[in-house]
């Protein structure tokens, strides 16, 4: 008979998920030796990623709830288990207010419920009065020293951050709140401050200078998320389970698991990490699903993206030093830090001499939920419509190796594209560069799950596109206002498909004319080898 599973999913309270009995998956041990590091320590993770959960479980630590970690890492390392006064406050419930005073009484009432246990002062009027008075008091009245907990730190300035006027009268708000954390440094045992950006210590933190950021620590990379080698240990009947619904073997499963989940890396040497709250969204639903999307791509994600002008056809492959994404969001200069911080690229490989860093989509579940909430913007069309019509025909082509189908099916999608606002501007920024066409067959294949490659250096040029298929490698050439003869000759005047003659996968090369004035593919013309 089947073990009765529960899978917290939604549930981000430590203490209820111990008393209940949820599916646990204990990183107590490296909760415990993140208190050891700092008396400050600050860490960012993606949205969904576990970063309340392990708030929470520090809150009952630091509580000392003993009863609640029985059997768990941390009692082979903790002796003392001392009560310390907690002040755990969650800024995320302090989003979406409409002006800095509106900021300011969302954070009070944040505070309120401590002032209950602690006592308040008429005199306290702000924010940081309060969150001050309450430290102080709590230190008084214990004998302790206080532990600090601050959850989702950055939640109301990402609501704004893209508003010039508003970001900087947000920013005082919150540094007003955060500044007395330096100011009560002798009463503080322990402050855990975590969020998903990475503002600087400056402007949000004042004259805290001693935040030690573990957020790219090879020691904590498995701080947040669940590793394989946890899957492994400690959930192999849910991967049994969810393989008799999918009626697949579990190993395939387990790969299933992997190319969807898997493949967040928060350091140079981080293990595989798969995103928590996906993971137990399927196997609670028996579903493989794109969980993480349910609530749709963030908003102020696809603003800055549009602001810098992001291209994500180079999203695949960037090669960049720490200091490219590991920045002050306040000091950006391109949707970079926002991508990874947000999750939607993730570290791929460290090269130890050039002191660089590979960023990469992570899985699968981010690629077809990110472009599915691209698709809109670029071509006006939404996703779903995409994948239960034009991408399902598509891909069947393709899989059957009957590329004449597919790029039929691909001619007949492209002339359905909407006439939508700014569409005339989009063409006349591409009449040199194939740009536009780029982005939107980037966004189909992407949502295919498929890997694809623009603008793909070689010897004598660039080829513009190249996808890869498990059996096939289509080298794709676009001529805007040319013809398929004329972009086939470049293929092959140039050499664009040498590269791959040694892969073992058939190479099949792809000519194709557009015109800008009928907005749709004129020809193409298709040579296999």
């Known amino acids: 008979m089947k073990e009765e599973r529960r899978y917290p999913v939604g549930i981000q309270t430590f203490s209820?998920?111990?008393?209940?009995?949820?599916?646990?998956?204990?990183k107590t041990d490296l909760m415990w030796r993140m208190t050891r590091v700092s008396p400050f320590v600050f860490l960012s993770r993606p949205r969904r990623f576990g970063k309340s959960l392990l708030a929470t479980t520090?809150?009952?630590?630091?509580?000392?709830?003993?009863?609640?970690?029985?059997?768990?890492?941390?009692?082979?390392?903790?002796?003392?288990?001392?009560?310390?006064?907690?002040?755990?406050?969650?800024?995320?419930?302090?989003?979406?207010?409409?002006?800095?005073?509106?900021?300011?009484?969302?954070?009070?009432?944040?505070?309120?419920?401590?002032?209950?246990?602690?006592?308040?002062?008429?005199?306290?009027?702000?924010?940081g009065a309060l969150f001050s008075g309450l430290i102080r008091r709590a230190y008084q009245q214990t004998g302790e020293q206080v532990v600090v907990v601050i959850d989702e730190y950055d939640a109301p300035l990402l609501d704004v951050l893209h508003?010039?006027?508003?970001?900087?009268?947000?920013?005082?708000?919150?540094?007003?709140?955060?500044?007395?954390?330096?100011?009560?440094?002798?009463?503080?045992?322990?402050?855990?401050?975590?969020?998903?950006?990475?503002?600087?210590?400056?402007?949000?933190?004042?004259?805290?200078?001693?935040?030690?950021?573990?957020?790219?620590?090879?020691?904590?990379?498995?701080?947040?998320?669940?590793?394989?080698?946890?899957?492994?240990?400690?959930?192999?009947?849910?991967?049994?389970?969810?393989?008799?619904?999918?009626?697949?073997?579990?190993?395939?499963?387990?790969q299933k698991l992997r190319d969807t989940y898997d493949g967040y890396h928060f350091s140079g040497e981080s293990p595989d990490i798969y995103n928590p709250f996906s993971l137990m969204k399927a196997f609670n639903q028996r579903a493989l699903r794109n969980w993480w999307f349910e609530s749709g791509t963030p908003s102020y994600l696809l603003r800055q993206m549009r602001?810098?002008?992001?291209d994500i056809t180079k999203l695949d492959d960037l090669h960049v030093p720490s200091s490219a994404f590991d920045q002050p969001t306040e000091n950006m200069r391109n949707a970079l830090p926002l991508l990874y911080q947000s999750?939607?690229?993730?570290?791929?490989?460290?090269?130890?001499?050039?002191?660089?860093?590979?960023?990469?989509?992570?899985?699968?579940?981010?690629?077809?939920?990110?472009?599915?909430?691209?698709?809109?913007?670029?071509?006006?069309?939404?996703?779903?419509?995409?994948?239960?019509?034009?991408?399902?025909?598509?891909?069947?082509?393709?899989?059957?190796?009957?590329?004449?189908?597919?790029?039929?099916?691909?001619?007949?999608?492209?002339?359905?594209?909407?006439?939508?606002?700014?569409?005339?501007?989009?063409?006349?920024?591409?009449?040199?560069?194939?740009?536009?066409?780029?982005?939107?067959?980037?966004?189909?294949?992407?949502?295919?799950?498929?890997y694809v490659q623009t603008q793909v250096k070689c010897a004598r040029g660039r080829a513009d596109m190249v996808v890869f298929m498990p059996g096939t490698i289509y080298v794709m050439e676009l001529k805007l206002n040319g013809t398929a003869q004329d972009a086939l000759d470049q293929i092959n005047d140039k050499g664009y498909a040498l590269r791959y003659a040694t892969d073992g996968r058939s190479i099949v090369k792809i000519g194709m004319g557009f015109s800008v004035e009928k907005r749709a593919l004129t020809d193409y013309l298709i040579v296999e080898e």
């Open 16 to 26: 209820r998920l111990r008393r209940e009995g949820y599916v646990y998956v204990d």
């Open 307 to 310: 602001r810098f002008k992001t």
């Open 343 to 450: 999750g939607y690229l993730t570290i791929k490989g460290y090269d130890w001499d050039l002191e660089e860093y590979t960023l990469s989509i992570p899985n699968k579940e981010v690629r077809v939920g990110f472009t599915e909430g691209l698709l809109p913007v670029v071509t006006g069309i939404e996703g779903f419509e995409v994948q239960s019509g034009f991408a399902a025909r598509f891909w069947k082509a393709l899989r059957d190796n009957d590329t004449d189908l597919a790029l039929r099916e691909l001619r007949a999608y492209l002339e359905g594209l909407p006439y939508i606002e700014g569409f005339k501007k989009k063409l006349d920024e591409v009449v040199v560069a194939e740009g536009f066409y780029e982005w939107t067959f980037y966004l189909i294949f992407s949502m295919l799950n498929v």
């Open 58 to 127: 520090l809150c009952s630590f630091f509580k000392g709830e003993r009863e609640l970690f029985e059997g768990l890492k941390v009692m082979e390392l903790e002796k003392e288990w001392k009560r310390y006064p907690v002040l755990h406050v969650d800024v995320s419930m302090a989003k979406g207010q409409e002006n800095k005073e509106e900021l300011r009484r969302a954070l009070i009432r944040q505070l309120l419920p401590l002032a209950e246990v602690y006592g308040n002062n008429p005199m306290e009027t702000t924010p």
């Open 163 to 254: 508003e010039e006027e508003q970001l900087p009268a947000f920013r005082r708000v919150m540094q007003e709140f955060y500044q007395c954390l330096k100011a009560n440094e002798a009463m503080i045992r322990f402050c855990f401050i975590t969020g998903i950006t990475k503002f600087s210590q400056l402007s949000i933190f004042s004259t805290l200078n001693n935040i030690t950021n573990i957020s790219l620590d090879t020691e904590f990379a498995a701080i947040c998320g669940i590793t394989g080698e946890e899957i492994d240990e400690q959930m192999q009947p849910d991967v049994t389970w969810l393989a008799e619904r999918y009626k697949c073997p579990p190993a395939e499963m387990r």
